[in-house]
T-cell receptor, first 111, second 116 residues
Framework: GQQLNQSPQSMFIQEGEDVSMNCTSSSIFNTWLWYKQDPGEGPVLLIALYKAGELTSNGRLTAQFGITRKDSFLNISASIPSDVGIYFCAGRQGGSEKLVFGKGTKLTVNP | NAGVTQTPKFQVLKTGQSMTLQCAQDMNHEYMSWYRQDPGMGLRLIHYSVGAGITDQGEVPNGYNVSRSTTEDFPLRLLSAAPSQTSVYFC???????????????FGAGTRLSVL
């Protein structure tokens, strides 16, 4: 099946640092979503992107829909300990209600 | 304000046993999905439904059955559990609006299943 390549797999950063992660595909997607999963919980939606080139912010989080429609990026500025978790990208292709997920980026923030 | 509710939260089965994982949503969402999450594998789609009475297979459907008799409920059945089905299972629901399928999926808290 379709796969999304998410990188990096894990990140270890100091509190206050900025974080960048990305998701790429060989196919075009019409929607990109970014989720965060806390330990023992289900994924929670952070940002949704619907148009190529779109740049959307949610507090300290900013995500972009790549202009080729084959990638997306998530940036977290000035990280804090509660940013710890697994971040997933997900994409939806045109005409499909199904989402394809990346394998996740595990973020650890050291105080 | 329940959202997506999954029961049970934890379950241990013996190989060959059957069980049903329950999922209910109170948001009147059309779409519902079941995923399994394994370490390093992300979320993989098992089955999904676009409305009551309509279901279809996802990426990893073998060993699982679903039905959708109401908008609210979407149970996942394991007919004969196998150790390979040890995983965390998530149910999600989503909606479309404005003539464009926004399909933002909302997830339940998960069911942690161990098959011995």
């Amino acid at each position: 099946g379709q796969q999304l390549n998410q990188s990096p797999q894990s990140m270890f950063i100091q509190e206050g640092e900025d974080v960048s992660m990305n998701c790429t595909s060989s196919s075009i997607f019409n929607t990109w979503l970014w989720y965060k999963q806390d330990p023992g919980e289900g994924p929670v939606l952070l940002i949704a992107l619907y148009k190529a080139g779109e740049l959307t912010s949610n507090g300290r989080l900013t995500a972009q829909f790549g202009i080729t429609r084959k990638d997306s990026f998530l940036n977290i500025s000035a990280s804090i300990p509660s940013d710890v978790g697994i971040y997933f990208c997900a994409g939806r292709q045109g005409g499909s209600e199904k989402l394809v997920f990346g394998k996740g980026t595990k973020l650890t923030v050291n105080p | 304000n329940a959202g997506v509710t999954q029961t049970p939260k934890f379950q241990v089965l013996k190989t060959g046993q059957s069980m049903t994982l329950q999922c209910a949503q109170d948001m009147n969402h059309e779409y519902m999905s079941w995923y399994r999450q394994d370490p390093g594998m992300g979320l993989r789609l098992i089955h999904y439904s676009v409305g009551a009475g309509i279901t279809d297979q996802g990426e990893v459907p073998n060993g699982y059955n679903v039905s959708r008799s109401t908008t609210e409920d979407f149970p996942l059945r394991l007919l004969s559990a196998a150790p390979s089905q040890t995983s965390v299972y998530f149910c999600a629901s989503s909606y479309s609006f404005g003539g464009v399928a926004k399909n933002i999926q909302y997830f339940g808290a998960g069911t942690r299943l161990s098959v011995l």
